[in-house]
């Protein structure tokens, strides 16, 4: 059985990029139309009517947290001068910064699904799980999206520069530089631009070359008569479970935990693994669900829709364990260069911060805690948008506080991000999906999968 991309799909998908990409532009337009010479105007009519989630002091307070700490004894008596406060710097640094952030936000979001399905997928593999491969073809066209994904999110980071980074920012390592940073430039064997960028190639380089073979081996199996392509996807699952175990956890120490370089958790790269993996696990189940709906994927039952919302379910309360390690260990040492990272998200973030516990934690708690449930297909489509949208905010958590601090909104560029890497990701993915077979039927676990039943 083949799948067709259709046209309305694809319509809606050509849409969703040029809905995104107009939004995104209106946002760096809007963002760029505060300069300078109109800062004190919009500061006062921000301050006229209430909209700022922040005060005077707020980037004072939290300045190491944000990317313009460089300036804090730069700017003493510059009204005198007819220059810029410091507290209006810090304000246009903050607005400049937020179309590249929702645009980074969003590349990253997509990304993640993509990479966590990945990592699903070779376990499947690695384990010789026998439930799972009536499902691989669908894992296999989500993990397409791993490579322009992850080629999406270094140029972001490339052209952003230090509007995201701050130890991009330049002089940030020469002592006696008004942007001297001695935390930072004390990260600098580790944090610089060469050293960013090969790594990221590197671990692209590594996923992505997984992906084409192991899909490689997956469909030349379909035509094999004897397993020689199986046992060479089980070895290299193996092989690159461990390679992906070091590479994921430097990922997010590169990508995400940089952006507050003067703060840094032991257990990151495991809670950013648990984020990516429960979204990768919601998509899965929620393309399944949709080809279904579609008259496709005949051979998945309820007991294929249970066990992918069963882990839903556990990945999300993994996710919470990890969230209150790292939270409760910070917490209960109140150590001040720690506590920073929660004092920001606390102060400006309360709406994003505790929404995103309640929707990745309890709402998955109540929704598919009962195993009924978990076999409804729109219950579960139900539970997965909550997820995804949890999972969302998470990401939103992880970046903007270091880089907008109480600037935030959802407006134009965040809207626009999600819609165009969402549109891209539903283009690449079915485009992928319509390339092979939907059953991978030379799998020697396929006759088990299909009649699987809990």
């Given at each position: 059985m083949e799948y067709k991309i259709s046209s309305k799909l694809r319509i809606v998908a050509i849409v969703m990029i040029v809905l995104g990409l107009l939004g995104v532009v209106a946002g760096f337009n809007s963002a760029y139309s505060v300069t300078e010479d109109n800062i004190s105007e919009v500061l006062a009519a921000e301050h006229h009517d209430g909209h700022g989630h922040g005060d005077a002091h707020a980037a004072d307070a939290h300045g190491h947290h944000g990317h313009d700490d460089a300036h804090a004894d730069h700017h003493g008596e510059d009204a005198a001068h007819g220059k810029l406060t410091h507290h209006e710097e810090h304000a246009?640094?903050?607005?400049?910064?937020?179309p590249y952030s929702a645009l980074y936000v969003g590349a990253f979001f997509f990304f993640m699904i993509a990479l966590g399905v990945l990592a699903f997928y070779a376990i499947q593999y690695a384990a010789q799980a026998g439930w799972s491969p009536v499902l691989f073809r669908v894992m296999e066209g989500i993990t397409s999206y791993v490579l322009p994904?992850?080629?999406?999110?270094?140029?972001?980071?490339?052209?952003?520069?230090?509007?995201i980074f701050i130890w991009l920012k330049e002089g940030?390592?020469?002592e006696g530089h008004e942007n001297y940073d001695k935390l930072v430039a004390g990260k600098s064997g580790w944090l610089n631009k060469t050293g960013f960028f090969v790594r990221g190639i590197i671990f692209l380089a590594g996923w992505s070359l997984y992906r084409f073979f192991s899909r490689k081996f997956s469909i030349a199996q379909d035509s094999a008569d004897d397993n020689r392509n199986f046992k060479k996807n089980f070895r290299i699952s193996a092989a690159f479970l461990v390679f992906y175990i070091y590479t994921e956890s430097m990922m997010s120490w590169d990508w995400i935990m940089s952006v507050d370089p003067h703060w840094f958790s032991t257990l990151f790269g495991w809670y950013v693994f648990a984020s990516m993996f429960v979204s990768g696990i919601t998509v899965i189940a929620m393309i399944t669900i949709y080809l279904k709906s579609k008259g496709l994927l005949e051979f998945v039952n309820d007991s294929h829709i249970h066990d992918l919302a069963k882990f839903m379910f556990g990945i999300s309360v993994f996710w919470t364990y990890l969230w209150f390690s790292q939270f409760m260990l910070i917490w209960y040492s109140n150590i001040p260069e720690e506590v920073t990272y929660f004092v920001t998200r606390i102060e400006h973030y309360k709406l994003p911060f505790f929404g995103m516990l309640a929707m990745n934690f309890i709402f998955p708690l109540l929704l598919l805690m009962n195993s009924d449930y978990k076999r409804i297909n729109w219950f579960v489509v139900m539970a997965g948008i909550v997820i995804l949208c949890g999972h969302y905010l998470d990401v939103f958590n992880w970046i903007m506080p270091a880089t907008v601090i109480e600037r935030w909104y959802i407006g134009l560029p965040e809207i626009g991000s999600i819609?165009?890497?969402?549109?891209?990701?539903?283009?690449?993915?079915?485009t992928a999906l319509s390339k092979a077979p939907l059953l991978a039927k030379g799998n020697p676990f396929m006759k088990e999968s299909e009649h699987f039943h809990y």
């Open positions: 246009l640094h903050q607005i400049h910064n937020r994904g992850g080629l999406i999110v270094l140029a972001i980071a490339f052209v952003a520069d230090s509007h940030v390592t020469v819609l165009l890497f969402g549109g891209l990701f539903l283009l690449v993915v079915f």
